[in-house]
């Protein structure tokens, strides 16, 4: 069924499963899409497939790259293209017009700089309430999973520090709470640390982190290094961390490494672990965005 997206031209370059179900939902509502390293799916036979990321943005209205990001050098490594299909932004962006929506999960600071010289318009779908709060879900999920399958015990009764308490740190805390873990929350923000408090956690002020060492596992969700060599050194070998900060995350993994402990950057989670209801959320939020986003260029190019 046609929409407001009828006949206008979006480029996505690279994906995994939940960029697949988008694109199909775009085309449904009549968009005309530019597709780079999707996979040959029957739903997708009205895109024009190509190759060329730089030929794909030619004439685009906006650009959506995956939510799993780029590397730190602004590569997307997400596609289900060829092996040696390389995307890389640095050759795709200063091709696009000033204004241009560019949609992407979290904008590597390679990327943020690239669409503040070339006046892009960049939306880090990942901060936006309605995708991050849904997608703190299966994002805690997939963070619980991680740990059970790394540990030998239950997460009933473990002793449990989840390092932040935004829209993710929360929803896990929570989670593990229901789980019947023993859990505590450590933020800098006396706000958090009030509403852990609120929801029957142990609370820890970061500045005070060296305190406590006590844990079977750490939740890590603080996108800076909280987890250095010299608090890790203190935990008991058994400890497991996971780390589900973006890149580079939060925790010295090479000294957790050196010291014995397992440490995971838990990445992209909801893609993996939950790809159906990960998807349905990108496929709600993301037609709407897009309309909202060239409706606001539409109208300024009319007064």
Not at 32 to 49: N, Q, S
Not at 70 to 98: F, Q
Not at 131 to 153: D, F, R, Y
Not at 269 to 289: E, Q
Request: aromatic letters at 2%.
């Amino acid at each position: 069924m046609a929409g407001q997206l009828s006949g206008t031209p979006v480029s996505m370059l690279g994906c995994d499963g939940r960029e697949v179900e988008l694109a199909a939902a775009l085309l449904e509502q009549g968009a005309d899409l530019r597709l780079v390293g999707f996979p040959a799916d029957e739903r997708l036979h009205k895109a024009l497939h190509l190759r060329d990321a730089k030929e794909a943005v030619r004439g685009t209205r906006a650009v959506i790259a995956p939510m799993s990001s780029t590397d730190a050098a602004g590569r997307i490594a997400a596609h289900m293209g060829p092996s040696d299909l390389v995307i890389d932004l640095n050759e795709v962006l200063p091709l696009l017009p000033c204004g241009t929506p560019l949609l992407i999960g979290v904008a590597r600071p390679v990327i943020r700089g690239m669409a503040a010289q070339y006046s892009l318009r960049l939306v880090e779908m990942a901060e936006i309430d309605e995708i991050a709060i849904l997608n703190s879900i299966p994002t805690a999920e997939g963070a619980i999973q991680v740990a059970m399958e790394n540990t030998a015990i239950t997460i009933h009764s473990s002793r449990c520090l989840v390092l932040g308490f935004g829209r993710c740190g929360s929803t896990l805390a929570r989670t593990l709470l229901a789980l019947g873990a023993r859990v505590t929350v450590c933020s800098r923000s006396e706000k958090d640390l009030a509403g852990a408090v609120a929801l029957g956690c142990e609370v820890l002020p970061l500045g005070t982190l060296h305190s406590r060492w006590d844990f079977d596992i750490v939740f890590n969700t603080i996108p800076a290094l909280v987890l250095p060599r010299a608090y890790l050194r203190r935990l008991e070998r058994g400890t497991v961390i996971v780390d589900i900060a973006s890149g580079p995350g939060g925790t010295d993994f090479a000294a957790a490494e050196q010291l014995g402990l397992k440490a995971i950057h838990a990445l992209s989670l909801p893609g993996r672990v939950a790809p159906k209801t990960a998807a349905a959320i990108l496929v709600k939020t993301v037609p709407r965005l897009l309309e909202n986003l060239l409706g606001e260029d539409d109208h300024g190019s009319e007064r």
